[in-house]
């Protein structure tokens, strides 16, 4: 039986591209969570008056791959300490978030952030919000496998493989 993890990490793109090489991962779409209009757009979205995030819904089977592993491959891909932005996006649409779905979820979720922020390898506090999911709002089918259509190698769009 599979789980869904919903993970906000800057342009859904990369976040997409990089979680369907996880072994275990069996789908990932990009979409929009976290805000108040229904059936956002993307035009909408990028207002930044919607409050929502570009998220990646993960589609994936726990006994291949565990939650934490997932919740480690997206505290690898982006710098959870920026606020509102990832690289040259900015926007609250571009936040670090973390949308669980169980208790369970939010236990490891806020363990492995506690975990990663004493490490100390940040210089910035982990600035990542872990919130309960709210409706995932799947974005336009172009949107969707956006590198693979486009034929353009997502590894220049993320800081490191899973």
């Known amino acids: 039986m599979t789980q869904t993890a919903t993970f906000g990490a800057g342009c859904f793109w990369g976040v997409e591209a990089t979680f369907r090489q996880v072994p275990g991962v069996t789908d990932a779409a990009v979409g929009y969570m976290g805000g108040t209009v229904r059936h956002p757009t993307y035009r909408d979205v990028c207002t930044d008056r919607t409050g929502h995030a570009e998220v990646c819904q993960v589609t994936f089977d726990p ?49 492995v952030k506690a975990r990663r922020q004493a490490t ?35 590894t220049c769009h993320r800081p490191a493989a899973p």
């Open 120 to 154: 100390g390898q940040y210089r910035r506090p982990v600035a990542t919000a872990i919130e309960p999911a709210k409706e995932f709002w799947r974005a336009e089918e172009y949107h969707q496998r956006y590198f693979a259509k486009k034929g353009i190698d997502p």
């Open 63 to 111: 006994a291949v791959v565990s939650y934490e592993k997932l919740v480690e491959v997206f505290f690898n891909i982006h710098d959870p300490t920026q606020v509102n932005r990832q690289g040259p996006d900015y926007g609250s649409q571009y936040r670090t978030v973390i949308f669980y779905h169980t208790p369970e979820q939010q236990r490891v979720a806020e363990a």
